[in-house]
């Protein structure tokens, strides 16, 4: 299978301070990638797509002055969580597909936020 | 919209057979996943469905009806580290690909 990192695998902050938070595809190349947000025993919910070189979609209700998505690069994708507040607390995952690889989406291991 | 219904909580037995059920309304269908995702953990990969029928892989197995909007994955000889949550989700192109994922369903196995 493909492999993603995140980075870092957990952060606690201050309220109103902003979190970046880093995903890799290691061993391929992603147009595209996307970004998961996490509550407690609830599913994943699409945040946003990641698209190389363009701006980000964002899905309905999700604030894109708030959560600033940068894809730099064909390996990398930044989400920023700013002036975070302690109900921005989740579990964050990004993902992406990997071409040639089958159909699946290979996910990082997520980033657990919790703002103070 | 996409609706993508599971059952929140299922619990079995170990070495029993458990069959969790999914339910899908989108619009448009390219394929019908299921992951296994367990506590503070990312998901990881167990199916892919595109066309009708099943597919057997090891103790899983992943149904899917097209016509009907539905899909179930099998497991058999539960384990205890079976219990996990686990995630159905349909990926659909709206303009270009992506996954919805259902409410998923927690499962308890117990001894």
């Known amino acids: 299978g493909a492999v993603v990192s995140q980075h870092p695998s957990w952060v606690i902050c201050k309220s109103g301070t902003s979190v970046k938070i880093e995903c890799r595809s290691l061993?391929?190349?992603?147009?595209?990638m996307f970004w998961y947000r996490q509550f407690p025993k609830q599913s994943l919910m699409l945040m946003a797509t990641?698209?190389?070189?363009?701006?980000?979609?964002?899905e309905q209700g999700v604030e894109k002055d708030k959560f600033l998505i940068n894809h730099a690069s064909l390996t990398l994708s930044t989400l920023t969580v700013t002036s975070a507040h302690p109900e921005d607390s989740s579990f964050y995952i990004c993902?992406?597909?990997?071409?040639?690889?089958?159909?699946?989406?290979?996910f990082g291991p997520g980033t657990r936020l919790l703002v103070l | 919209g996409q609706n993508i219904d599971q059952p929140t909580e299922m619990t079995a037995t170990e070495g029993a057979i458990v069959q969790i059920n999914c339910t899908y309304q989108?619009?448009?269908?390219?394929?019908l996943f299921w992951y296994q995702q367990h506590a503070g953990e990312a998901p990881t990969f167990l199916s892919y469905?595109?066309?009708?029928g099943l597919e057997e892989k090891g103790r899983f197995s992943s149904f899917l009806s097209r016509s009907k909007g539905y899909s179930y994955l099998l497991l058999k000889e539960l384990q205890m580290k079976d219990s996990a949550s686990y995630l159905c989700?349909?990926?659909?192109?709206?303009?270009?690909?992506?996954?919805?994922f259902g409410t998923g369903t927690r499962l308890l196995v117990s001894p």
């Open positions: 989700a349909v990926k659909v192109n709206t303009g270009f690909q992506k996954l919805v």
């Open positions: 989108t619009s448009g269908f390219n394929g």
């Open positions: 469905n595109v066309l009708d």
């Open positions: 990641s698209n190389e070189g363009s701006k980000a979609t964002y």
């Open positions: 061993d391929f190349q992603a147009t595209t």
């Open positions: 993902s992406a597909f990997a071409s040639g690889r089958g159909e699946t989406q290979y």
